[in-house]
């Protein structure tokens, strides 16, 4: 039985079960029974019943509380929403990010690359991703938009459910270190064409590599449907 402090108890259950649907703990397709959740984690079936309707509201649940819930399913279909919907997410946080970044801001995203850097090269997968993570996270927070981060926070909920099944599978560990890097290069010198071009690359390379784990290729021009609409640099026509 988890233990589970009674304050804030709503918050706590929801944010528990939620983890477990995006660490494949609960995979798709996995029941999910208020009796038995609430047995599982030592609560009443009140608290269950408040996460499983904000689960279901984030699209992490699917069914209905009369015929009952299971974690949602996964697909290419799926994924290509999920990180098209991100790369344009990320694109509007990078270029406020250039707008609106701060000195301290400047040094989260260099520390946290930092921190990625070493977790890259101790080859701990665990370590890496929560690295990558308080990248995107101080990213974020450099947009300084509250209601962008709440979205691109539920978005993550189901980009992370493929990150997890695709740790391990790529060897892009040190090559998204480098583009983090260059990205906060281009954030510091002020370039949005370059910071924007930069995200959504990243993103689409993320694509590529989900993609290749259900078993199918992308075509370039479907993975980047932001890319193909960038506004021109001053040298281009």
């Known amino acids: 039985m988890v233990a589970i402090s009674r304050s804030y108890l709503q918050d706590q259950v929801y944010e528990l079960i939620r983890k477990r649907i995006v660490s494949h703990t609960y995979p798709p397709g ?12 030592g609560v009443s079936r009140m608290p269950v019943r408040d996460a499983l309707r904000r689960l279901l509201l984030e699209g992490l649940t699917e069914g209905s509380s009369g015929k009952g819930l299971w974690v949602s399913s996964l697909s290419l279909s799926h994924a290509r929403d999920v990180y098209r919907l991100r790369e344009l997410l990320e694109t509007v946080a990078v270029e406020l990010a250039v707008k609106r970044a701060t000195a301290e801001d400047l040094t989260r995203l260099r520390s946290a690359v930092h921190t ?3 977790a890259a090269a101790s080859g701990a997968l665990g370590k890496v991703v929560k690295a990558s993570m308080a990248f995107h996270n101080a990213l974020y927070e450099s947009a300084h938009s509250s209601i962008l981060s709440l979205v691109l926070e539920q978005v993550w909920a189901q980009a992370q459910r493929y990150r997890e099944l695709t740790l391990g599978k790529s060897e892009r560990h040190h090559q998204v270190t480098h583009e983090h890097a260059g990205l906060v290069e281009a954030i510091q010198e002020g370039d949005a064409d370059r910071a924007t071009e930069l995200i959504q690359a990243h993103v689409s390379s993320a694509l590529a590599v989900v993609a290749k784990y259900l078993g199918d290729d992308i075509p370039e021009e479907d993975i980047l449907p932001v890319a193909s609409h960038r506004r021109p640099r001053p040298n281009q026509a």
């Not at 029941?31 to 599982?40: D, M, N």
Request: proline letters at 0%; glycine letters at 0%; hydrophobic letters at 40%.
């Open 30 to 41: 996995h029941r999910l029974s208020e009796a038995a959740l609430a047995k599982e984690l």
């Open 116 to 118: 990625q850097e070493s």
